[in-house]
């Protein structure tokens, strides 16, 4: 039998790519097949029916639908060459740090795109970092509330155990081409520290971490793991001693020393290029996930979702699901509530502002200057959120939901207990999400990207949590 792929079928029915996609996604396509990454259609096949009825809410006014916005050739078109995703992102940094980031940018379109660059970073994932990370369905979890599936990428099992050394590895190598004998880099939780302090040692490179004192007390364990990595950690005190000062006080350091030494960005923030390649360095968790999923259940999920601070984790699962017909959800932290200063919840509440040399979304106070953000997880505790975030938002391909701390709280402690994976305070505000969604939903799967694993987060949440703790 001849078998023709999805655009060749769009052309032939005489609709477009993304219409296929959701067929194929209602399972409406007879005899289509997935392979080799690609879905193959007969060519014989029957066109269905055009069920859907004009302002009716249904699965077909899903987002990749509603969006208008063709994601076919979406990772050449952004960001542009200056950094922008629609209006947001760029770069806004005095003449020496645009020289700086002009050679990093150089350096990642040409030595980072080399074919001896991208298999020495392929060699470390598999065999350094353990790639590629499992896809794991919660039999226990789902069936304790009854109708929806629920899944997890594990990049809690990503050596170092969260995602962010898949970033950190790729800076640290690129900073190793370029000739630089030092990594700066800021961190909250300390995942992102303790990922380039690791990847420090690996290169064989000196290492400055920039730390909030509040952080500092609240991710113990990560601050002793620096450490014994060889690391330096960097108390910072001013402000709300948490990551944005930490950012501060890193760029700042690094304006100083860019001639010898790399800023190592842990997040898909800052001026451009750090959005892109953090975005870049992070999409494997999505295109793992993707293959994995199909592999497992032979479809897509209904569902994607991960947890927002700055949006590497999630935009690094997000990615490969744009164009296909799938709900992607970013959490953000709701923390104590809507109030400014009681959450970190930029995607819902913040205004476009420049911060950090790139132009998106801020929480501000009445002034309009940044306001002090909050979240129980040290890792979402920022007041501003990566420019390709705030653009999905705008051309309304991913929707951003608030979870608070509460919540993110028994979702931490409930997955502990019936599936023996205890998840980072971060990543329960995504499983937290997905369990909300459990509770409302007849049928369907949710896949969550549990960024991180929660050992560093022990000894607070037993403290704050004793209730959860002792049931
Ligand atoms: C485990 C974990 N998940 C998520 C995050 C949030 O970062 P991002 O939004 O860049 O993924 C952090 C940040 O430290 C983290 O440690």
């Known amino acids: ?35 080799n990454h690609k879905y193959l259609i007969p060519e014989n096949a029957t066109k269905p029916l055009d069920r859907r009825v004009k302002g009716q809410r249904c699965f077909e006014d899903s987002p ?21 995703f629609g209006r947001y992102g760029g770069s806004f940094l005095p003449p020496n740090l645009k020289k700086a980031m002009k050679e990093i940018y150089d350096g990642y379109l040409t030595i980072a795109k080399s074919a001896k660059f991208i298999s020495e970073l392929r060699e470390i994932r598999k065999n350094y970092q353990g790639r590629p990370t499992p896809i794991y369905h919660c039999r226990n979890l789902s069936n304790y509330f009854g109708k929806v599936q629920i899944y997890l990428k594990r990049e809690d099992l990503n050596h170092g155990g969260a995602h962010k050394l898949n970033n950190a590895m790729g800076q640290a190598l690129l900073a190793k081409y370029l000739g630089k004998k030092k990594l700066i880099a800021e961190t909250g939780a300390g995942s992102h520290g303790s990922a380039v ?20 007390k609240k991710q113990a364990a990560n601050v002793s793991r620096i450490k ?20 501060d006080a890193a760029f700042e350091a690094y304006s100083k020393e860019y001639k010898t030494a790399f800023y190592c960005l842990g997040s898909a923030v800052g001026p451009h290029p750090y959005p892109l390649m953090v975005r870049d360095f992070q999409e494997i968790i999505g295109r793992e996930a993707k293959e994995q ?98 653009f999905l938002k705008e051309i309304g391909r991913v929707k951003y939901e608030a979870i608070s701390d509460d919540e993110a ?50 000894d607070f949440m037993v403290e704050k949590y004793p209730h959860m703790f002792l049931n």
């Open 293 to 390: 999923f199909l592999e497992m259940t032979g479809e897509l999920p209904d569902i994607v979702t991960a947890c927002v601070g700055g949006g590497s984790n999630a935009i690094g699962m997000f990615e490969a699901f744009l164009n296909e017909p799938v709900n992607i959800v970013g959490v953000e932290p709701l923390g104590q509530g809507k109030e400014i200063g009681k959450n970190a919840a930029t995607m819902c509440f913040g205004k476009e502002k420049v911060l950090h040399g790139f132009n998106s979304l801020v929480l501000e106070n009445p002034d309009g200057s940044p306001a002090n953000a909050y979240s129980i997880a040290s890792g979402l505790d920022y007041p501003g959120v990566g420019p390709e975030h705030a």
């Open 64 to 84: 990749l639908e509603k969006t208008q916005f063709d994601f076919t050739n979406y990772r050449k078109i952004y960001p542009s060459e200056d950094g922008y």
């Open 409 to 458: 709280a028994e979702a931490f402690f409930l997955l502990s207990r019936l599936e023996g994976i205890i998840p980072a305070i971060e990543s329960s505000h995504a499983l937290a999400y997905a369990i909300k969604c459990a509770k409302n939903m007849n049928s369907g799967s949710i896949l969550v990207n549990l960024s991180g694993r929660g050992d560093k987060d022990m």
């Open 197 to 216: 302090a690791m990847a420090a040692a690996y290169f064989d490179l000196k290492c400055d971490i920039y730390m909030g004192s509040v952080d500092i």
């Open 228 to 247: 014994v990595l060889g690391a330096n950690v960097i108390e910072v005190s001013e402000g709300s001693g948490t990551l944005k000062e930490a950012v």
């Open 1 to 35: 039998m001849k078998y023709l792929s999805v655009s060749e079928i769009a052309k032939k029915w005489n609709i477009n790519e993304r219409r296929v996609r959701v067929l194929l996604k209602e399972k409406r396509i007879e005899g289509a097949i997935y392979q």
